[in-house]
């Protein structure tokens, strides 16, 4: 049957009070917001895996960290045992916000003097999963800025063999840390790099500069003291932020890698572990952030400007240093496999985590 004339329209469903139809407004730019940062999080969440393992996974190559509120809280945990042992009255809330001012200037040992690596691992892959691990948990953890040693002009001097072994190592940290740059808005200072540079020109396609920066990661390359020496040298220390504390593995020493006027007023903590990914878990790594960040704690108001509030702080010092000669162990775990030594204004500290 055919029905002629206009159909009858539907009556329009009643509109609920206090609400828009859907295509009068634009978007909420609250919602907008939350949908970007939902996206950044599934994005970077791309490098994360699941806090509980030991060691971080590895799927088809890719390296897989520690997520940043696993990371927080095992900082959290050891920062709170260092204070409780050493009675410093810190809480862990308050020691998080002074590593967001905190500078650490590491100095690996390179992998020579490291036979821990698994045998399925790559030693020169692994080297350098070090310093993106290591740059990941400070960034993590709040902070916004360090500086990395990765090898100097005198390693030349070894040979061209040598010279092509550490170039690979550099080359293979590449592809990790481009993808992470990427994804985590980490903006790569290469110090040093140069015309004739080996990598310059796969190293400056690789990184270039984030919209958005959250991280600087500044990486000496092919450093050498007379770097200061020169127009071009001095004018690098202003790109360089003041370093707190400085670190380096394995050789109890402070020679090479002096960094003129940025470590003024920096202390140093020795740390007796080699520097590959393989030998570190994540619980590790913020560990030793918790130990730099009380090197720089224990050491404020003392590197050249120190004032004695009076002669009974004077006595205290030289009962505690020269009488008594304070030494203290902390375990921050029963069965530790990290060693960190430091000085206090009062004596030693040994540390194992």
Request: hydrophobic share 40%.
């Amino acid at each position: 049957m055919t029905v002629s004339g206009s159909p009858k329209a539907k009556p329009a469903p009643p509109e609920e009070p206090g609400l828009e139809p859907p295509d009068s407004i634009d978007a909420d730019p609250v919602d907008h917001r939350l949908q970007e940062d939902l996206f950044q999080s599934l994005v970077e969440s791309a490098d994360y895996t699941d806090g509980r393992t030991t060691l971080p996974a590895r799927s088809g190559g890719a390296l897989q960290l520690a997520t940043p509120e696993a990371i927080r809280k095992a900082f959290t945990e050891q920062w709170d045992a260092l204070s409780h042992s050493l009675g410093l009255g810190v809480d862990a809330e308050k020691a998080l916000l002074g590593v967001h001012d905190l500078v650490m200037y590491d100095i690996p040992d390179g992998t020579r003097s490291t036979l821990s690596v698994p045998v399925n691992y790559d030693v020169d892959a692994d080297a350098g999963l070090y310093c993106l691990a290591l740059v990941h948990t400070l960034a993590s953890l709040g902070a916004r800025t360090n500086v990395i040693l990765t090898h100097t002009v005198y390693n030349r001097e070894r040979g061209p063999e040598d010279t092509k072994r550490f170039l690979d190592i550099l080359a293979k940290g590449i592809d990790p840390f481009r993808e992470y740059a990427r994804r985590h808005g980490l903006a790569i200072h290469l110090e040093g790099i140069r015309p004739g540079y080996e990598l310059e020109g796969v190293f400056r396609r690789a990184f270039p500069a984030p919209a958005q920066t959250k991280f600087h990661a500044h990486f000496l390359m092919d450093y050498e003291e007379e770097w200061f020496l020169t127009a071009d040298g001095r004018a690098l220390l202003e790109a360089l932020p003041p370093i707190d504390v400085v670190v380096r593995h394995t050789k109890l020493g402070i020679s090479g890698g002096w960094i003129p006027i940025r470590m003024r007023k920096a202390t140093y903590v020795y740390s007796q572990n080699g520097t590959v990914h393989s030998n570190w878990n994540f619980n590790e790594y913020a560990a030793m952030v918790a130990i730099v960040y009380l090197a720089k704690l224990l050491h404020q108001g003392e590197a050249l400007s120190k004032k004695y509030a009076s002669i009974d702080e004077i006595k205290a010092r030289y009962r505690d240093r020269e009488i008594k000669l304070r030494q203290k162990i902390v375990h921050l775990t029963p069965k530790p496999r990290k060693l960190f030594v430091l000085g206090s204004p009062v004596g030693l500290i040994q540390v194992y985590a």
